[in-house]
């Protein structure tokens, strides 16, 4: 008779209480794991929802599959709903699934050693911890990135990063500049444009923007959601298949989906600014997608409303009344808003990492993040990340990916809690035959077509999932055990 080792008791912590966070703690107390620690820096869940609260926030992925698959929401407000309704979502389905009772708030951790094959945590306010497997929900959108522009400390008037809104600031009748033109600044200029006495969007590269609407949901729409589950599930199921087909367009910067993108993108454009000069100045030099595709409804009118200007000439500096372009004129400001994106490759650092035998993430990633199939780091093992570097972060759902990723490292820990093993991480062969091929493939995509995006890392090469979106569940769907270091 073969014994079978007994079943091992583990524990858990998971970092970050945002999205993904939020998803880990529910499905590993669903499978019966429930000695789980959630480590939130914060002061309430919600992520990236949380940081952000700035005027006309939203989502650009349909809030019907912006959603858990296990948890979906009838009563979203609109079709793209507003970021405060999304960050309720996560409030609730926490509540409800009894999440927020594992949360640590406002504790933050600092390092995570792995030390005779446990991981030993300790927070910065001095807590420690000591767990078996380690999942790392610490998002991508979460630590601002401050543009170097000189005299920006000399500014008479309030300014702040678009990620650290300052509601103490009065908006209405102010003068107020944007630095950046991605989706965060295209969502401010609509929703703030009839409120300021006067507002000036400092452009350095011009965006494609698809054309877009936003539709309220009815309370008969909701009622119909609510009373037959099945069509909820088939708006998602019809909303994902769209999104896959998308994605599956995307990494082929000649496929027809790009060229129909490319066309409604330049209609869009054309139909809707008059001015042929302005209209110019809007025009990006690159393929449409090249960039995150900006979604928006209403961008171009609200950029040629009477009191709005788009400020092409570069900065020259900040000055106490506010921006001076090179080409010597002050745009006098009230406010300045720093529209101008996230470090996306910090992941989970400054957070310090140690795993097998001393390696330090740090030293690791001394080049750039990476690890196989976003989730596993050679050497770091029972260290899983979620939504990590050279993922699927083009415009679609994270929240399918997360569950998707989610679901590939529950069937690792279930090999550590039968006790098949102590410890699975990926090793550095499968890692370096992933990345070989990763970026091979990343050279037919619209990423790499000729633009400057937060897709691209440090050599050009876009730090995203190459390839065709069906590919990425086929690989969700069960470990390669080969491609793992299991002891």
């Given at each position: ?18 999205m993904?966070?939020v ?6 107390t ?50 793209y ?17 009894d ?20 991981w ?18 610490t998002?991508?959108?979460?630590h ?65 923007v ?15 959601f609510?009373d ?34 490319a ?17 110019e ?15 928006a ?13 788009l ?82 972060v083009?415009n ?33 062969e ?12 990343a ?29 990425f ?9 080969d ?5």
């Open positions: 008779m073969v014994e079978t080792a007994a079943p091992r008791n583990l524990r858990f912590a998971v970092i970050g209480a945002g993904a966070g998803l880990s703690a529910v499905k590993l669903q499978a019966g794991l429930t000695d789980v620690t959630v480590y939130e820096k914060g002061d309430r869940i919600g992520g990236t929802w949380r940081e952000n609260t700035y005027p006309g926030l939203a989502c650009d992925v349909p809030s019907h599959l912006y959603s858990y698959s296990f948890h979906l929401n009838p009563d979203w407000s609109h079709v709903s507003p970021g405060d309704e999304i960050r309720g979502y996560f409030e609730r389905v926490a509540r409800e699934y999440v927020e009772a594992r949360i640590r708030f406002n504790d933050e951790v600092a390092r995570c050693d792995f030390v005779d094959g446990r030993h945590l300790e927070t910065v306010n001095g807590h420690q911890d000591v767990v078996d497997v380690v999942i790392a929900a998002g991508v959108l979460h601002p990135r401050y543009p170097d522009i000189d005299g920006i400390d000399t500014f008479a008037g309030k300014v702040f990063h678009s990620a650290r809104w300052d509601h103490s600031v009065e908006i209405d009748g102010a003068r107020l500049g944007i630095v950046g033109t991605g989706s965060t600044a295209v969502q401010m200029v609509v929703a703030l444009v009839d409120r300021v006495a006067r507002l000036s969007l400092f452009q350095r590269t011009a965006q494609w698809m054309p877009s609407t936003n539709p309220p949901y009815s309370d008969d729409d909701k009622r119909n609510r037959d589950p099945t069509r909820l599930a088939g708006l998602r199921d019809h909303l994902s298949q769209r999104f896959d087909g998308f994605a599956d367009g995307i990494v082929d910067a000649t496929s027809p989906l790009m060229r129909m993108v066309d409604a993108c330049r209609a869009n454009l054309e139909d809707n600014v008059a001015d042929p000069e302005l209209r100045r809007l025009r990006p030099d690159y393929q449409a997608a090249c960039k995150r595709l900006i979604a409804e209403g961008f171009y009118d609200a950029i040629q409303h009477p009191n709005a200007e400020v092409t000439e570069k900065i020259a500096g900040v000055e106490p009344e506010g921006v001076r372009t090179v080409d010597g004129r002050l745009h006098e400001l009230d406010v300045l808003v720093l529209a101008t994106g996230f470090k996306v490759d910090a992941f989970m650092r400054p957070m310090r990492v140690t795993g097998r035998n001393g390696t330090r993430l740090e030293e690791v990633w001394a080049q750039r993040p990476n690890a196989y199939l976003s989730i596993s780091i050679p050497n770091f093992p029972n260290f899983f990340m979620l939504n990590g570097p050279n993922g699927p083009g679609f759902s994270l929240i399918g990916v997360a569950e998707l990723q989610l679901g590939y490292i529950m069937q690792l820990v279930d090999r550590l809690r039968a006790g098949e093993c102590r410890e699975i991480s990926a090793t550095a499968a890692m370096e035959h992933h990345e070989a091929a990763r970026v091979e493939a050279k037919s995509t619209v990423w790499s077509t000729g633009c400057r995006s937060w897709y691209l890392d440090d050599r050009g090469v876009p730090a995203v999932w190459p390839w065709p979106f069906t590919r569940r086929e690989e969700m769907a069960a470990p390669k055990m491609a793992f270091d299991v002891v």
